[in-house]
C-alpha cells in the first residue's frame, strides 16, 4: 500500500479561469499589453466555452491538490452559472467572487449601477451558489459603488475580494482621482474589514498595510502570475510583521501548482531578508489551505493525500516532510 499523508486541500483563493488558454501566448510587453490581449480574449467567451473549459481548469487544480477556488469572476452572470457547473462536474468546491464594474474594461463586464449588481449577487445566491462581491479595482468601481458594495458585505457578512495596488499606474490614477491610494479609498468606503481580502497588494505602502492589520484584512499573494507579469515583488517582510494574514491564488492560471505558489512566498521573503526560514513550513501550509478557506469564508473543504512513496519525498523523514512539500516538490506528489 502506498504511503501516504492526509491533509487539508490547499484553497485557490484567487482564479481567472478563463486566463489559463492564454499561458504562452503572450510574452514582452508590459502588464497593461498583456491586459489588452486577455480583454480580446474575454471578448469571445460564452457559457458554452466556460462550462467547457473551465472544467478543464478546474480538473487541473484538482489533480494539484486545490480542492476549493474562489472564482473571481467578470465576463456576464449567464457564464458565472456556467462556472457553477465546471466547478461542480470537476469535484472542487467553488466560491463565485462575482465582480462589479462600473467602468472600464468591456460592455459586457460593466452593470448599469451598484443596484444592478447586487442584484445579479442576490441571483446567484438564491440559486444557492456559494457568493461573494468583489468590486474589481477601484479602477473600475467609482467611489459611491465602493460605498454601497461595503455596507451590503458587511450586512449579509459576506466575503469581499478587491484587486488593489498590484501596479504603480493604478496608484498614480487613484491619487489622481481620489487623492488617496487604492487601499485608503477601500478604508474610506467601508470595504476592509475581517472578511476583505485584498488581491496582490504588490505596491502598497507602510499607512495602506497599517490600514490592512487594523482591520482584519488579509492579502491573496499570486506569485507565478505576479512574476509572469513583472508586476513586482510583495512587501513581504512588511505583512509578515504586521501580522497581515496571507493566503495565495493561482490568478491567471500560467501555472497550477500550489507548492510553487508558496515556495515563491518563502523564497522572496528569504530575499528580502537575507536569511532562511522566514515563514516555517508548517505556516506556509496553513496558507495554502485554512487561511485561503477563511478568505472565501468556508468552514470545510475536501482533503488530499500526499504520496510519501514519490521520488521527491522517498527517504525523507516523516518530521521533514512539511519542508521537503514545499520546498522540493512539485503538485504531482498529490492523490486524490
Known amino acids: 500500500m502506498t504511503a501516504r499523508l492526509a491533509l487539508p486541500g490547499f484553497v485557490n483563493a484567487h482564479s481567472h479561469a478563463f486566463q489559463r488558454a492564454m499561458r504562452g501566448q503572450v510574452e514582452g510587453g508590459d502588464f497593461w499589453t498583456w491586459r489588452d490581449v486577455m480583454l480580446g480574449h474575454a471578448r469571445g467567451l460564452t457559457p458554452d466555452t466556460v462550462r467547457r473549459d473551465y472544467s478543464e481548469t478546474y480538473r487541473e487544480m484538482r489533480e494539484a491538490g486545490y480542492t476549493a477556488v474562489g472564482e473571481f469572476h467578470y465576463v456576464g452572470l449567464a457564464e458565472a452559472g456556467a462556472a457553477v457547473e465546471a466547478a461542480r462536474e470537476a469535484g472542487v468546491e467553488l466560491v463565485l467572487l462575482l465582480a462589479a464594474y462600473g467602468r472600464g474594461g468591456l460592455d459586457r463586464f460593466r452593470q448599469d449601477s451598484a443596484a444592478a449588481y447586487l442584484e445579479e449577487v442576490e441571483s446567484l445566491r438564491a440559486g444557492g451558489g456559494r457568493v461573494g462581491v468583489a468590486p474589481h479595482s477601484v479602477r473600475a468601481c467609482p467611489r459611491e459603488w465602493l460605498e454601497e458594495i461595503g455596507r451590503y458585505a458587511d450586512g449579509e457578512g459576506l466575503a469581499l475580494h478587491v484587486h488593489a495596488d498590484e501596479q504603480p499606474r493604478e496608484i498614480e490614477e487613484c491619487l489622481a482621482e481620489h487623492r488617496l491610494r487604492p487601499i485608503e479609498l477601500l478604508a474610506e468606503t467601508g470595504c476592509l474589514g475581517p472578511r476583505t481580502t485584498v488581491v496582490h497588494a504588490t505596491h502598497a505602502d507602510g499607512r495602506e498595510l497599517d ?68 515563514v516555517p513550513p508548517e505556516r506556509l501550509l496553513e496558507i495554502g489551505s485554512r487561511e485561503g478557506a477563511a478568505a472565501l469564508g468556508l468552514d470545510s473543504w475536501p482533503g488530499i493525500g500526499i504520496d510519501l512513496s514519490h521520488a521527491s519525498l522517498r527517504s525523507v523523514e516523516r518530521d521533514d516532510v512539511p519542508a521537503a512539500l514545499v520546498h522540493g516538490c512539485g503538485a504531482d506528489v498529490v492523490t486524490a
Open 211 to 278: 490600514l490592512l492589520a487594523e482591520s482584519g484584512s488579509r492579502v491573496c499573494l499570486c506569485p507565478t502570475t505576479e512574476a509572469n507579469l513583472g508586476d513586482g515583488f510583495p512587501p513581504l517582510d512588511d505583512l509578515l510583521g504586521r501580522g497581515i494574514p496571507l493566503c495565495i491564488g493561482s490568478d491567471s492560471n500560467v501555472r497550477i501548482d500550489p507548492l510553487e505558489e508558496l515556495r515563491e512566498i518563502e523564497g522572496t521573503a528569504r530575499r528580502q531578508a537575507l536569511r532562511r526560514n522566514v
